[in-house]
């Protein structure tokens, strides 16, 4: 069993020194994607998928308290113990998974960076190279906490857009109206649905959280606090995507509902006139520029732990980068390629939303690993059990049943 770096730290303040890797990975799930995603749900459907942003919240915790248990109960990562439970072939099968969301994430995280440079007059290429210059000194310091502490303050930006949501001025009553008028016959409304659910779950939310716990050297005694650090990132997650549906559903939806919003510039340029240049430029990219750092961090991080974790190569913050060459160069690797990428191909933005779509299509191959890991590599008192393993499975198989549906029939498949 791992032992916690800072036992004394943790007698005083236990929840503290525990705190970070759920809030972080939460904060890095409301991405770009994840904001523009919101965005368009507002506009295009007004509050009718508003609940479905709480209903995901027990199923976001569900999800990622399993990792947290497997992180701490087995002090390995999620490639690692995909690959010491079903075999090398099964985890390369889960990274090759995590490469496609990984570049899918960071073509989002890139594009929604250099655009709110772009409302600034600011060069692409100059917004982009001084975001990877930036991401790259960050993780480059040998520190895990210290890497968790800057995200962990990036992620903070994204609580803008609750001020945004609050100055939109909804309706109360249009809001608990249209919560419950679901559109489950539309095609648009079905691929939104799958939209917003591979923007709660994505794969490398999971790779992060469970590695992160391992770098972070957790402990049984943590358990208990660990799972608290998740719950709370998983309200505040869906509270932020909320807020960005009922901002734009409150203005935009409400006086412009065909609006075309594939890119932070064309959310910004539609919510100013409501808004205000201050709060519709300006606060807007602000958020939107936190979300995009935070998320291309963890993104990067999860890809060079996942890869390290098969490939058994050294993987670790705690490590200097000239021990750890494959894990910093996998890690410098996916930003560079990420924003050359962005700046040779720039309508890449429009990719927002089909990625999170590609994300939902993941989650049977994503979720499925993630409950046979609880029910076979814990320790046997705390596997999956009775009435939680029956929730864990229903929710992981209806979560992944009805992204892959919404994906499929939104995109005329079926």
């Known amino acids: 069993m791992p032992q916690s770096a800072s036992p004394a730290r943790r007698a005083a303040l236990p929840f503290l020194s525990v705190f970070g890797p759920g809030l972080v990975v939460m904060l890095a799930d409301t991405e770009v994607g994840s904001i523009i995603t919101a965005s368009q749900s507002g506009v295009a459907w007004g509050y009718r998928l508003l609940l479905l942003?709480?209903?995901?919240?027990?199923?976001?915790?569900?999800?990622?308290?399993?990792?947290?248990?497997?992180?701490?109960?087995?002090?390995?990562?999620?490639?690692?113990?995909i690959r010491d439970t079903f075999g090398e072939g099964w985890a390369w099968l889960s990274a090759g998974g995590l490469a496609v969301a990984t570049v899918g994430a960071l073509l989002s995280e890139f594009s929604g960076v250099a655009g709110v440079g772009e409302l600034y007059g600011v060069p692409r290429d100059a917004t982009l190279s001084l975001s990877v210059l930036f991401l790259l000194v960050v993780a480059l310091t040998g520190s895990y906490r210290r890497v968790e502490r800057v995200a962990i303050a990036l992620g903070l930006f994204e609580f803008v857009f609750f001020v945004i949501a609050f100055l939109s001025k909804p309706n109360?009553?249009?809001?608990?109206?249209?919560?419950?008028?679901p559109a489950l016959g539309n095609q648009d409304y079905l691929y939104l649905v799958a939209a917003n659910?591979?923007?709660?779950?994505?794969?490398?939310?999971?790779?992060?959280?469970?590695?992160?716990?391992?770098?972070?050297?957790?402990?049984?005694?943590?358990?208990?606090?660990?799972?608290?650090?998740?719950?709370?990132?998983?309200?505040?997650t869906q509270l932020v995507m909320a807020a960005v549906l009922i901002a734009t559903a409150a203005t935009i939806g409400l006086k412009n509902p065909n609006a075309s919003l594939n890119t932070v510039g064309d959310i910004t340029a539609a919510l100013t006139p409501y808004l205000g240049v201050t709060m519709g430029k300006l606060v807007f990219g602000i958020g939107v520029l936190g979300a995009g750092l935070v998320a291309s961090i963890v993104a990067s991080l999860a890809l060079a732990w996942g890869l390290g974790e098969v490939t058994g190569y050294r993987r670790s913050l705690e490590d200097h980068p000239f021990r750890a060459k494959w894990f910093y160069g996998v890690y410098a690797a996916c930003?560079?390629?990420?924003?050359?990428?962005?700046?040779?191909?720039?309508?890449?933005?429009?990719?927002?939303?089909?990625?999170?779509?590609?994300?939902?299509?993941?989650l049977p191959l994503v979720l499925g690993f993630l409950v046979m890991l609880g029910l076979k590599a814990l320790p046997a008192e705390m596997r999956l059990r009775g009435w939680y393993a029956g929730l864990a499975i229903l929710l992981s198989a209806t979560t992944a049943g009805l992204g892959v549906y919404g994906g499929l029939s939104g995109a005329g498949l079926f």
């Open 335 to 362: 930003l560079v390629c990420g924003a050359v990428l962005v700046a040779v191909v720039p309508n890449l933005v429009i990719l927002n939303i089909a990625v999170e779509v590609m994300n939902a299509l993941l």
């Open 172 to 181: 109360g009553h249009q809001i608990a109206a249209q919560m419950l008028q």
């Open 53 to 81: 942003q709480f209903l995901l919240i027990p199923i976001l915790y569900v999800v990622q308290e399993l990792t947290v248990r497997l992180g701490i109960f087995t002090g390995k990562g999620h490639g690692e113990l």
């Open 197 to 236: 659910i591979g923007a709660v779950i994505m794969p490398w939310m999971i790779f992060y959280q469970q590695s992160a716990i391992a770098d972070k050297k957790l402990s049984l005694a943590d358990f208990r606090y660990a799972r608290l650090d998740t719950a709370i990132g998983s309200v505040v």
